[in-house]
């Protein structure tokens, strides 16, 4: 099966699921009128033969069908796992509250009885929909805001003009965790990660950090660049603390992991530490977010050659310094030539691979 999805820019693509083609017109009309695009289907398996090659933003589809209701569509469309996650909105001429708790178990998201307000209609498509996107925004494991959020929020202090920094945060030797624990422990680690970020973020008052999960042990914060060391070092103590509880008491008393390689050799893998790396508006001129997060990730991966804890800030420039005023006191130096934010080893680490640690028996 071959399903496209929607691309970026493009009208959000409504399914309509109704055996009354007067019914169907009615809503298409209302749908494109408010700037939505639309495809329809007057039967279950010919809305099932549709989403064989697209893939709505949402679907509306009635609950009294003959052949497939609407009740058996919702459920075969929550058992399929590339459209399991579609909104669905069931319109039925039964306004009994068990009609309408059956198709709110079947999996739909909501209900408009029959014959409904097209205002109200329009409003409910708007509401989930926004409810729909903004769940996908969210970290399911963290509940922080996904990598869509992170750059509209890098994009807004562009627009602004207004100084900033952008910290990508990683943990060093995370996939050893998982190795030696499992997923589950590896999960443990990610969420205490995610504490620590955000009692980071909120140490600080105003002006208001943000905080988001790209992924994995992947973290992102937007803030002022006066409060990078404070973040920095809040987050890298308190995760410390919190991941030394979540060790094995025996691995966290010899400060390292025993793990096997496929040869069946053993190594010794250090205790994970931070890497952050730091992106500046002060000391450049960015014109898009993605080159923002491009700065942050090339010093994420700096920050990583050094041993244990380490934060590394961007001090390349592409402005001029401004001249002295030599009637005047000295002018204070720019972030970018302020000296890089090291922070003290509070663990130091040999490599972040096993391979380069050596073997032990």
Do not use: W
Not at 5 to 20: F, K, R, W
Not at 63 to 91: H, N
Not at 339 to 351: D, G, H, I, K, N
């Amino acid at each position: 099966m071959t399903i496209e999805p929607q691309a970026a820019g493009q009208a959000e693509l409504i399914l309509v699921v109704d055996d009354d083609p007067d019914i169907v017109r009615v809503v298409e009309v209302n749908l494109r009128l408010h700037g939505f695009d639309v495809m329809s289907a007057h039967s279950g398996p010919e809305a099932l033969a549709l989403l064989e090659h697209r893939r709505p933003d949402l679907a509306l589809v009635d609950l009294m069908m003959p052949e497939m209701d609407g009740l058996e569509l919702t459920r075969r469309l929550r058992a399929d796992p590339m459209v399991t996650a579609l909104p669905i909105i069931v319109l039925t001429a039964k306004a009994l509250t068990s009609d309408k708790v059956a198709g709110l178990a079947a999996g739909a998201d909501d209900y408009i009885v029959k014959p409904f307000d097209t205002s109200e209609l329009i409003a409910r498509v708007r509401a989930t929909l926004r409810r729909n996107q903004e769940a996908r925004e969210v970290s399911p494991l963290t509940g922080l805001a996904g990598n869509t959020r992170i750059l509209r929020e890098i994009a807004d202090r562009l627009k602004t003009g207004d100084d900033y920094a952008v910290c990508y945060v990683d943990i060093d030797r995370f996939k050893s965790v998982n190795d030696v624990y499992g997923f589950g422990r590896g999960d443990q680690f990610i969420s205490a990660l995610a504490r620590s970020m955000r009692r980071a973020t909120v140490s600080v008052g105003l002006p208001p950090a943000f905080l988001g999960h790209v992924g994995g042990d992947d973290f992102v914060v937007v803030c002022h660049p006066s409060q990078v060391q404070e973040i920095t070092s809040y987050a890298i103590y308190d995760f410390q603390r919190a991941s030394d509880a979540l060790y094995d008491p025996i691995d966290s008393a010899r400060g390292y992991l025993e793990v096997v390689d496929r040869r069946g050799v053993v190594f010794e893998v250090n205790l994970v530490t931070l890497s952050i790396g730091v992106a500046l508006s002060t000391s450049r001129t960015f014109g898009h977010p993605g080159e923002v997060v491009a700065v942050a990730s090339e010093m994420k991966a700096a920050a990583k050659k050094n041993k244990g804890n380490y934060v590394a800030l961007d001090q390349r420039s592409d402005r001029p310094p401004a001249p002295a005023d030599p009637a005047g006191p000295l002018p204070r130096r720019r972030p970018a030539e302020d000296p890089p934010a090291v922070l003290p080893q509070q663990r130091v680490t040999e490599s972040d691979t096993a391979a380069e640690t050596g073997p032990h028996a």
